[in-house]
């Protein structure tokens, strides 16, 4: 008999499309550093309120929030997925308005960030911390 390999958990939060949304991912992600003993978590959360804001405003459907350290250098992974079918793109600068500066602050703050779509529908953007 083949030996089996079972894939780690990866640690998963599903949030209704509300106002508090961000916040509970912030705090999913704050809980999931401690556990993984990674002392600053202030980049991870800011980040993971902006894609799950982003989800928030411009997707559908439920929100998907998924953690997990990249196999090849141990940085923390944000996923956020969404049954909407645009893809986030950072916006030109613009001084005068009073939003869309999140996905250039991700792209500040993260290693790399990306987006791709879902076979069942919708998207995933994600960042490496």
């Known amino acids: 008999m083949a030996p089996t390999a079972v894939a780690p958990e ?3 939060l599903v949030l209704e ?16 550093f401690r556990a993984w003993e990674i002392a600053d978590d202030s980049d991870a959360r800011v ?4 894609l799950v804001t982003n989800a928030l405003l411009h997707g559908e459907g439920p929100i998907v929030v ?9 940085r923390p992974v944000i996923e956020v997925w969404d049954g909407g079918t645009g893809r986030p793109a950072v916006q030109p ?3 005068t308005a009073t939003g869309g500066r999140g996905l250039h602050l991700v792209s500040q703050l993260a290693v790399e960030w990306g ?3 879902l076979l069942e529908g919708g998207k995933v953007t994600w960042a490496r911390c």
Do not use: K, Q
């Open 66 to 74: 998924r953690l997990f350290r990249d196999e090849g250098d141990g």
């Open 115 to 117: 987006t791709r779509p």
């Open 93 to 95: 600068e613009d001084h």
């Open 10 to 12: 990866v640690p998963t």
């Open 47 to 50: 980040v993971v309120s902006e």
């Open 17 to 32: 499309p509300s106002g508090r949304a961000p916040a509970l991912a912030r705090r999913f992600v704050g809980a999931w």
